[in-house]
């Protein structure tokens, strides 16, 4: 997010990212850093929400319009409107107060949503030097830029993009029972009714999960083996995916 509003301002940017990564993610900005006079620190005394709207929300969009000055930064949130809104505050903040009428749920509300989605976010559900952008629907998320300049994994991105063909997507599962409360193994395979290999299961939580499955197998029976039990699960594609993405 940039903080500054015109580029005569000292630039502030404010970046977001899974908490359990963050020393790593400072080591490496400072890497590049070089000798310019850039400052990385982490902002501790902030809070982060995200704003999902309800069934009944109605013209949630201008209510939270009048009340955008209380909050550091309430945005769209950039990835697909069906995850609503972001919004920065300081720690302590009165919620009530920046968006009246809301309902404050807990962090398992807002992964439900997630996995219901089959939006991805943090490590768990891309883990570094697995997951790759295109199997993880990050072009349908504004997180691949196909006219930037180079970057890593640049050539291998683009080149896939640019062919058209993709195997396996990261999708949202619903689950036949609900998942047991100490989870199941990330990676766990994933077998069509014959046994074959279908994919691997990422995270869930109750009934809902995230998994990265061959589309060619996506409308057939799936099970998962927990602790010697086999769970069915069915996948879904995305509404929000764009019409044209049949592959």
């Known amino acids: 997010?940039?903080?500054?509003?015109?580029?005569?301002?000292?630039?502030?940017?404010?970046?977001?990212?899974?908490?359990?990564?963050?020393?790593?993610?400072?080591?490496?900005?400072?890497?590049?850093?070089?000798?310019?006079?850039?400052?990385?620190?982490?902002?501790l005394d902030l809070s982060l929400w995200a704003v999902v709207p309800g069934e009944q929300a109605g013209d949630i969009a201008s209510s939270l319009a009048k009340h955008a000055d209380q909050a550091l930064?309430?945005?769209?949130?950039p990835r697909t409107e069906v995850m609503g809104w972001r919004l920065i505050s300081k720690k302590g903040a009165n919620l009530s107060e920046i968006i009246p009428g809301s309902h404050i749920g807990n962090i398992q509300d807002y992964h439900r949503h997630r996995y219901k989605q089959g939006v991805p976010e943090g490590v768990k559900d891309l883990p570094p030097g697995v997951a790759l952008p295109l199997e993880s629907n990050l072009a349908y998320m504004n997180g691949i830029s196909f006219t930037k300049g180079c970057y890593i994994g640049q050539e291998l991105t683009a080149r896939t993009h640019h062919m058209g063909v993709i195997r396996k997507r990261l999708l949202p599962v619903h689950f036949s029972a609900p998942l047991p409360e100490d989870g199941i193994p990330e990676g766990a395979e994933i077998?069509?009714?014959?046994?074959?290999s279908a994919g691997k299961f990422r995270a869930g939580g109750g009934e809902?999960?995230?998994?990265?499955?061959?589309?060619?197998n996506i409308n057939e029976p799936l099970c998962l083996n927990i602790a010697g039990d086999k769970v069915k699960l069915t996948a879904s594609i995305p509404e929000w995916w764009p019409k044209t993405a049949s592959k």
């Open 191 to 196: 077998f069509t009714e014959s046994g074959k």
């Open 1 to 43: 997010f940039r903080l500054h509003e015109s580029p005569e301002e000292e630039p502030h940017i404010l970046m977001e990212c899974d908490s359990g990564v963050l020393d790593a993610i400072q080591k490496h900005l400072k890497l590049y850093k070089i000798r310019r006079k850039v400052n990385i620190t982490p902002c």
């Open 73 to 77: 930064i309430l945005t769209p949130d």
């Open 208 to 216: 809902l999960g995230i998994a990265l499955l061959r589309l060619a």
